[in-house]
Each structure stands twice: as structure tokens, then as C-alpha cells.
């Protein structure tokens, strides 16, 4: 069984490669539309 931290690590080592887009994507632009985050500061990314 592998840690939350481990595989976060293999998913960092494995999208790294295919570029900084995919990178966003994959780490925080799902998790805003799946959780519909809500901004609570100016400076928070967004979707838009």
C-alpha cells in the first residue's frame, strides 16, 4: 500500500514530462471543476 504523499509523487513524476498545461490540469483545474472551488481572494487562479 502506498502513501497519499508517494503517490502524489509517482502522479508529479509521470505528468511532469508532458508539459506545464497538462501539469495544471491535472493538479488543480479537475479538482476546481469537480469540487466547484470558490475563489476567496483576488489573487486565487480560476478557470476563466
Do not use: C, I
Not at 20 to 25: A, C, D, N, S
Not at 26 to 39: C, D, I, P, T
Amino acid at each position: 500500500m502506498s502513501t497519499f504523499g508517494e503517490l502524489v509523487s509517482l502522479d508529479h513524476e509521470y505528468f511532469t514530462p508532458k508539459g506545464h498545461e497538462v501539469m495544471e490540469k491535472v493538479f488543480w483545474k479537475n479538482s476546481l471543476a469537480a469540487y466547484r472551488w470558490k475563489k476567496r481572494r483576488a489573487n486565487q487562479p480560476s478557470l476563466a
